[in-house]
């Protein structure tokens, strides 16, 4: 056998033994991995597919840490340093840009208020009508006079960050690939675990068994696929969401995220303020379309300019492939308001999917000796990933 041929025989197979194995290479399993072997184990990611095509791309890019609550906040808190200090290191695109929350009710801009007298100050900037629009760049967009704005008012979250979902994890999991103590094995599936000889626990790949110390499984809404028992118990469904892409109007260049009332009614710090059940009657009462979709109405731009907008969200345990034309259009209506423009030209559309539970946002279960399931129930994975993974590597002895 010629060099050639050794030397793709020992790339397509997996190590027999390291310290940590991570079962699914999106942006959960990466974290781990990542600091796994910034601790100084020797780690090796499996990936069934063969690049990323799941949660991790299809995503806004958001890191929404000011919006989380308790726990949450905690894990985003701490999840935040990584993810600047891994953009530096595997050389993907992070901003530390915030997020810009809009409000067009008195209401709206009243939950902003509370939220922003409950924390630091400087973390969330309470905004006029005008500079709220000026962050938007909708004078760049069509609408000559800032003053002229549909908003009453806004906010500005210094903290969140944005990345480009469609890059980041490829350059992640490649930077982790090229250190000598990692690997990245791409189309190998885990096909079951068992107890080692010389370390916890084994799996067994379709390339081969490998032993470590122990295991992380990150496969998102497929733990049920692996551990259905797990899943039952945690009442894991999955939420689809209809998301689109649209050429960036000339002259918008948009840093921040973009929120609208819809995210104040799903991210659990807003939701705990004491106008929310306010704002929720008044979203009923005004748009109870966006409620039937269960909208999420927000955008953001990448690099290129393109611009990331949705989203609706829908729970099923298996999940019906088709698109609702209505649902897109409905979100795209109400994105354009927002953006001051008639209409986007739309170049993609796509259906994101992620696991939930009625039982808690996180799911962090022993399911055998040296292995851990763990999947982000909720639609934070970005947000909590790097902040879980340190809490997990941090636990192992």
């Not at 918008?252 to 995220?257: C, F, I, K, M, S």
Request: charged share 20%; hydrophobic share 45%; with cysteine.
């Amino acid at each position: 056998m010629n060099t050639e041929n050794l030397q793709s025989q020992a790339a397509s197979s997996v190590p027999s033994s390291v310290d940590v194995v991570v079962v699914g290479a999106g942006i959960v399993g990466l974290a781990h991995a990542a600091l796994a072997n910034e601790r100084g184990l020797s780690v090796l990611v499996i990936e069934r597919d063969h690049r990323a095509v799941g949660a991790s791309i299809r995503n806004f890019g958001h890191c929404c840490i000011t919006a989380q609550t308790g726990d949450l906040y905690e894990l985003a808190v701490t999840g935040r340093k990584h993810w600047l200090a891994y953009s530096e290191r595997a050389g993907f695109w992070a901003t530390e840009s915030g997020a810009v929350v809009v409000a067009r009710t008195e209401t709206e801009l009243r939950v902003l208020q509370e939220l922003a007298e409950r924390r630091e100050p400087g973390q969330i900037v309470l905004l006029s009508a005008a500079e709220t629009s000026a962050r938007l760049g909708r004078p760049a967009v069509g609408v000559a006079d800032p003053t002229e704005s549909p908003f009453v008012g806004g906010a500005w979250l210094r903290d969140d960050l944005r990345v480009d979902p469609r890059t980041t994890v490829a350059s992640l999991a490649a930077w982790l690939d090229s250190r000598t103590d990692a690997s990245v094995r791409w189309n190998t599936s885990a096909l079951g675990f068992a107890a080692g000889t010389g370390r916890t626990a084994l799996v067994r790949t379709s390339r081969g068994d490998v032993e470590a110390d122990h295991v992380f499984v990150c496969v998102g809404h497929d733990v049920d696929l692996l551990f259905p028992e797990v899943a039952e118990g945690h009442k894991i469904q999955r939420c689809s969401l209809q998301m689109a892409a649209a050429a960036g109007p000339d002259g918008l260049d948009l840093d921040p995220a973009v929120l609208t009332a819809t995210s104040m009614l799903r991210y659990g710090a807003f939701v705990e303020m004491p106008s929310a059940p306010d704002l929720l009657a008044e979203v009923q009462a005004q748009d109870p379309a966006l409620l039937d979709i269960g909208a999420n109405v927000m955008f953001t731009q990448r690099p290129d300019g393109t611009l990331l907008l949705g989203d609706s969200h829908a729970y099923q345990k298996t999940v019906e492939p088709f698109l609702v034309e209505p649902t897109t259009a409905l979100l795209l209506d109400r994105i354009q308001e927002v953006l001051g423009v008639d209409s986007l030209d739309i170049t993609e559309r796509w259906q994101g999917i992620y696991a939930s539970s009625e039982v808690g946002p996180l799911l962090i279960a022993g399911v055998a000796p040296g292995v851990t399931a763990v999947s982000v129930t909720a639609g934070i994975g970005m947000t909590v990933s790097f902040g879980l993974a340190a809490r997990n590597i941090s636990a192992l002895p």
